[in-house]
């Protein structure tokens, strides 16, 4: 159902080294959602947001309120604090998840990478494109991919 895209980051892009023992994820980010069209920024409520881990595994799934956003901020377990408090960190002091969403009448959106950090909310704007009358365009979908941080 969904189309998972991989890609590979070189050059002057943060890519940590592999690290020996695995790091701890004893914290809590949160992700909001903001969902709307056009540049008004109109919100789109019942928009269908599905979150999953680097490995596909479903975290949350929740619909948006007549505000565009989520009745609540989803927490989403992250590396600690310490983790990001020394430069050029062995691993990657953030954890990513990927964002579907889609709502009727509207084009499907999927966000990659998205960097939840300890003890920050995270606020994601997803701009939901309506749909084309025409019958060949009902199956489009927007894809976003976030570079990580040069920490």
Known sequence: ????HHKQTLGSIYCPEPRKEAIKLSATGYLQINAYTSNAKIPVKDAAVTITGDDDRIIAFRLTNRSGQLDEPIPITVPDLIESQEPNPPERPFSTVNLYARAEDYEMILV???QIFADTQTDQNLELIPLSEFPESYNKEEI???TPQAL
């Open 1 to 4: 159902m969904f189309k998972r």
């Open 112 to 114: 990659e990478d998205v």
């Open 144 to 146: 976003f991919i976030t």
